[in-house]
């Protein structure tokens, strides 16, 4: 059974704080992403990994970086926490490059940053 | 820039009546359109997935038709259960050689028994 593990279900950080949300997939995928989702904006790409080492930002990538040492592993990284980064992120993962195929996302890290 | 609009952002029906999801794409190079069911508490899961040579896609209770020439497709759900509550999400993948899906704003979706 295929599985994303995302380290933190819930998290509450003070502003200016460094903030680590890890993900970490079983399936081999060479693709890993992460998202942020808001009530009525969808879904929004901050990063994109395609392989280990490689990244690419995405659509919202301001105040935000991202590590990826081994494949199965996919760091996001808020270098300075700020109000405005509160959100639920949402981490997936997907075989392969190209414009299709299935997104296997992970359960989500809601992180308050007060 | 590339847009996916998605109406309505909510939705309440009758078990047993039909459901009706739609979004529109802005960017005619887009190709590979799934559909993303996310429950309480859990990360979006596909439910369904058309690519542009296909008009039209079954699976059970679910459907998905596209129009390419209005840029238009829709999620239709036959038969609702409760189980069928939860957010929708309708997204569209850019053309060959990008990874970019474009996810649009979801439709939250009440199954009333």
């Known amino acids: 059974d295929v599985k994303v593990t995302q380290s933190s279900r819930y998290l509450v950080k003070r502003t200016g704080e460094k903030v680590f949300l890890e993900c970490v997939q079983d399936m081999d995928h060479e693709n890993m992403f992460w998202y942020r989702q808001d009530p009525g904006l969808g879904l929004r790409l901050i990063y994109f990994?395609?392989?280990?080492?490689?990244?690419e930002k995405g659509d919202i990538p301001e105040g935000y970086s991202v590590s990826r040492e081994k494949k199965e592993r996919f760091s996001l990284i808020l270098e300075s926490a700020s109000t405005n980064q509160t959100s639920m992120y949402l981490c997936?993962?997907?075989?392969?490059?190209?414009?299709?195929?299935?997104?296997?996302f992970g359960e989500g890290s809601r992180l308050t940053v007060l | 820039g590339e847009n996916v609009e998605q109406h309505p952002s909510t939705l309440s029906v009758q078990e047993g009546d039909s459901a009706v999801i739609k979004c529109t794409y802005s960017?005619?190079?887009?190709?590979?359109f799934p559909w993303y069911k996310q429950e309480l508490g859990k990360g979006p899961q596909l439910i369904i997935d058309i690519r542009s040579n296909v008009g039209e896609k079954k699976d059970q209770r679910i459907a998905v038709t596209l129009n390419k020439t209005a840029k238009h497709f829709s999620l239709h759900i036959t038969e609702t259960q409760p189980e069928d509550s939860a957010v929708y999400f309708c997204?569209?993948?850019?053309?060959?050689?990008?990874?970019?899906?474009?996810f649009g704003t979801g439709t939250r979706l009440k199954v009333l028994a």
């Open positions: 990994s395609y392989d280990v080492k490689m990244k």
């Open positions: 997936a993962s997907r075989y392969r490059s190209g414009n299709t195929g299935e997104l296997f």
């Open positions: 997204a569209a993948g850019l053309g060959s050689g990008t990874y970019k899906y474009i």
């Open positions: 960017d005619s190079a887009s190709n590979y």
